[in-house]
């Protein structure tokens, strides 16, 4: 067996890993203003639906966008303010300065690994 056929071995599930990141940072552009985490997991459901079972972010679950929710505000990352509707606690999530400076250097990475991929691949 050739070595290009063990690529991914190494590194496990290339698309588990840089999914978790691609998820965070998706996130944190849906939390400029205050958002509530079910309306987010049911944007990005419907948004990867049309890539069911073809990679990055494809079976994208509730549970994955309530678990990275979690992961961004105990890092800092976003913030959250409680409210009581129609009698029921809502727990609503912002980026805070920190995160919103964290999606800046995500978008500038994005573009430079998109133009990296282009130069080397010969897209010109």
Known sequence: ???????????????????????????LSKLKDWNYPYSIASDMKKGCEAWHGKGLLSDVTKSDVYNAISALEKQGYITSKTELKSGRIHKYYKSTKKGQEALKKAMKIREEMIKAFSMLMGDN
């Open 1 to 27: 067996m050739s070595s290009a056929a063990n690529i991914h071995k190494p590194l496990g599930n290339p698309y588990k890993e840089i999914s978790k990141y691609v998820l965070k940072v998706v996130i």
